[in-house]
C-alpha cells in the first residue's frame, strides 16, 4: 500500500534545552514568538505547529536545524541584527544563497536555527 505523503503535515517539535527561563526569553523576547508556560514546559505555538521546550538537555545538539521564512532579504538582515543586538551567536550570514538570503545562527543550548527569504 503506498502512502499519501500529501496526509502527512509537521505538527509539533520538542526540544530539551539546559534553562527553560533562558530559553523562553530567547524565543519569546529575542525572537518575539507566542511563547507561554504551562506545566513546566514552554509552548510556542502557531496556527498549524507547535514548539515545546522541556528542561531536559538533549544528548546530541548538531543532528538538526530549524527554520523560519521571512518576507525578503531586508528582514533577514534586520532579525540578524537583532540577534547579534541580543547577544546572540551568528553562525553564519547574513547572505545571499541560489533560493534567496539567510541567516543561522545558535539558541541557548546551541540548536542552530536559521531565518530565511525567498527569492
Known amino acids: ?4 505523503t500529501r496526509a ?12 527553560l527561563d533562558a530559553s523562553e526569553h530567547f524565543y519569546g523576547e529575542v525572537l518575539g514568538l507566542p511563547a507561554s508556560r504551562r506545566d513546566g514546559e514552554v509552548f510556542i505555538e502557531w496556527p498549524d505547529f507547535l514548539l515545546v ?8 545538539r548538531g543532528k538538526f536545524h530549524f527554520g523560519f521564512r521571512v518576507e525578503n ?11 547579534k543586538e541580543a547577544g546572540g551567536e551568528i553562525l553564519a550570514g547574513p547572505d ?7 541567516v543561522f545562527f545558535n539558541d541557548p543550548d546551541q540548536y542552530v536555527l536559521e ?5
Open 1 to 4: 500500500m503506498k502512502l499519501q
Open 8 to 19: 502527512i503535515k509537521p505538527s509539533h517539535l520538542s526540544l530539551g534545552v539546559s534553562d
Open 53 to 60: 521546550l522541556t528542561e531536559a538537555p538533549p544528548a546530541a
Open 73 to 83: 532579504g531586508e528582514a533577514v538582515d534586520a532579525w540578524a541584527a537583532r540577534i
Open 96 to 102: 545571499d544563497r541560489d533560493e534567496g538570503r539567510a
Open 115 to 119: 531565518i530565511y527569504s525567498e527569492l
